[in-house]
């Protein structure tokens, strides 16, 4: 893995200008492997981390708030420092946004992680609500840094046909963390093992011990090569993508199609930040609002719940501070099971109906957990509360999937550094101390009119995404959001016979037609993908001639060795290697092409002529 650290910032005597570049379809076709693996577990982990942090305080927070911990704060100073949390995520963002768009992905992602370690195990030795606070406001600097850090370097490094899932995924293990760490409370609250005063501290010394172990990991992952690119770095970005498919060839075994997809770039080496400003406000308007509705919405409903539900169990269901974090436990399990089971929708249903299913499902739930919650006792609350959960955690995940994606490359991290610190916020700040208002009240009623507040927050989500939306699955990203240094390319696509491409167009057709005559047409949202006009060729195209490739594997094999199972056509065609839910599509796209029949129950024969 040492083959993909960066190389030393030097720079090529070359002036910079405009290139022609093909690193962003070799990455895209690659299949899922080793290399991906490695991304997934070196850069997503932070959201681990995010949830050890937020729900370390949550589970602590009661025995905080006794004598003899060690500290004297009170429960409405835990809603302020998890609003102050919020504050330094929020600078942060922006503060480290700016600086990765600059300076590069690896760089960031690096040193964000370096100023959380160091604050959270400060955190640890807080004698006064003061210094807690401080320590929490520069945790949550690092937390924020890391947000535009990875997301960016993620969305650009993970294949297109791939990439929903596997964001939902990331932004989805948030919650194993939040389980995690709510688990690992149990044991540092009890006080027959640890003094009340030690066990709250060593539960922010253990995020930083996991912290430092993710950098171990994180230093092999390389700088992402569209940065690089766009950069003045052209020879890099190829040589690190020459390494990438080395790997891949390696591992898999098998050969990699080329491409001929291009995008010609004018180089730059600083974008100002008044044209990524200009470039948000007026060329996307509508992508802007969007942003900002997802992010209110979830970060209202997550900061105000989250941060304070130990308090919330404890004050209205008498729950024992030292088993609050059972009850973490299982609203975590909930929200993460959401992007696990729903991840893979997002890629192949779309963004725009399963983000608004998501959103305003979330926000219907709430409003039946307010209306019951006078009679709910605390295992009927959390089973509600998770369900509500399950669904908005999906919704939140996809939040920084969508400003990931909808913004040009040049402007990616501070796209989502600038709408995760405005939206956040707006309503990351305004629910922790809302919720801790309202819980310290010990009124239900008054509680209730928080869950109604999120509600509706969450369902102006929803409703954004409806009218706004981007259906921007398996869209590569340059054609998502054209980049801001493309020049013009020459609008031929050079790639496969003619006899692919009128099939190409046939399959494309026929999918059409299914969506306009089907349930698909009352999917939300245009009929067209928003693409860029000066790719030379766009997505749509591309995916249907990878699905093309996938389909001739499957065709020459079982014409090669006659009646399959399933499981036996997958080996043979390499099938582990396309991603999730690859095999499935080209399968039943041969069988309703006559290209492949089912001969019985999971058994699949030779068809006829090639369509």
């Known amino acids: 893995m040492e083959a993909y650290v960066a190389a030393q910032d030097t720079r090529s005597d070359e002036d910079l200008g405009t290139i022609e570049t093909d690193v962003p379809a070799r990455l895209d076709r690659l299949p899922f492997s080793r290399f991906h693996r490695m991304v997934i577990i070196g850069l997503g982990t932070v959201w681990i981390l995010d949830g050890l942090e937020v729900t370390i305080v949550g589970s602590i927070a009661a025995r905080m708030t006794e004598a003899g911990s060690g500290i004297d704060i009170t429960a409405s100073q835990i809603g302020l420092a998890a609003s102050i949390y919020i504050v330094g995520a929020c600078i942060g963002a922006l503060f480290f946004g700016q600086l990765t768009d600059r300076f590069g992905r690896k760089r960031l992602f690096l040193l964000t992680l370096g100023v959380y370690i160091t604050a959270t195990v400060l955190t640890a030795f807080a ?11 520069f945790t949550g600097a690092g937390i924020g840094g890391e947000y535009a850090a990875i997301n960016s370097a993620v969305d650009e490094l993970i294949p297109a046909r791939l990439r929903g899932r596997v964001d939902l995924l990331i932004n989805g293990s948030y919650w194993l963390g939040a389980a995690v760490g709510s688990g690992a409370t149990l044991l540092l609250l009890d006080e027959n093992l640890f003094s009340a005063s030690v066990g709250w501290r060593l539960a922010f010394v253990m995020g930083a011990v996991l912290g430092a172990v993710i950098l171990v990991v994180r230093r092999h992952v390389p700088e992402s090569p569209r940065w690089l690119f766009i950069h003045g770095r052209a020879d890099e ?4 993508v020459d ?11 098998q050969d990699l199609e080329e491409v001929s997809q291009t995008l010609r770039i004018r180089q730059r080496e600083v974008i100002p930040f008044r044209e990524i400003a200009h470039v948000a406000f007026t060329r996307y308007p509508k992508r802007a609002v969007l942003g900002l509705a997802l992010f209110v919405g979830q970060a209202f409903l997550y900061n105000g719940f989250t941060f304070n539900l130990g308090t919330l169990m404890s004050t209205y269901f008498g729950v024992a501070s030292g088993f609050v974090p059972v009850f973490l436990v299982v609203y975590a399990l909930g929200n993460f ?5 729903l991840g893979r929708l997002f890629d192949t249903v779309g963004r725009k109906p399963m983000i608004s299913f998501a959103y305003l499902g979330s926000a219907v739930m709430a409003v039946v957990t307010a209306l019951l919650f006078t009679g709910l006792n605390s295992w009927t609350f959390i089973l509600l509360l998770s369900v509500t959960f399950f669904l908005a955690s999906s919704g939140a995940s996809a939040a920084y999937l969508t400003v990931s994606e909808i913004f040009p490359m040049e402007t990616r991290a501070l796209a989502i550094a600038f709408f995760y610190a405005v939206g956040t916020g707006l309503g990351g700040i ?4 809302l919720f801790g208002r309202l819980i310290e009240s010990g009124d239900p009623e008054a509680l209730m009119t928080g869950f109604f507040i999120a509600a509706g927050v969450m369902a102006l989500g929803g409703i954004a995404e409806l009218a706004f939306g981007v259906k921007a699955e398996n869209a590569s990203l340059e054609s998502i959001a054209e980049p801001l240094t493309a020049e013009d390319g020459d609008g031929s696509d050079g790639d496969g016979s003619d006899e692919d491409a009128t099939r190409i167009r046939e399959r494309s057709a026929r999918r059409e037609q299914r969506e306009r005559a089907g349930a698909r047409r009352y999917r939300p949202g245009p009929g067209q993908r928003m693409s860029s006009p000066r790719m030379t060729v766009t997505t749509p195209v591309r995916d249907d001639r990878s699905l093309d490739r996938q389909i001739a594997s499957v065709e020459a094999v079982l014409r090669q060795r006659g009646t399959l199972t399933r499981e036996a056509l997958a080996e043979a065609v390499g099938a582990r290697w396309w991603g999730p839910g690859q095999f499935r599509s080209a399968l039943r796209a041969a069988v309703s092409e006559g290209r492949a029949v089912v001969v019985g129950r999971g ?9």
Not at 131 to 137: D, E, T, V
Not at 237 to 240: L, S, Y
Not at 430 to 433: C, E, H
Not at 603 to 610: E, L
């Open 337 to 341: 099971l959401g992007p696990l089971l």
């Open 237 to 240: 970005a190829d040589e690190t």
């Open 430 to 433: 305004v629910g922790p101390l």
């Open 127 to 137: 004698w006064t609500p003061w210094f807690f606070y401080l320590c929490r406001f």
């Open 603 to 611: 058994r699949y024969g030779p068809g006829g002529p090639v369509a």
């Open 243 to 253: 390494r990438i498919e080395a790997e891949v060839r390696e591992e898999t075994g």
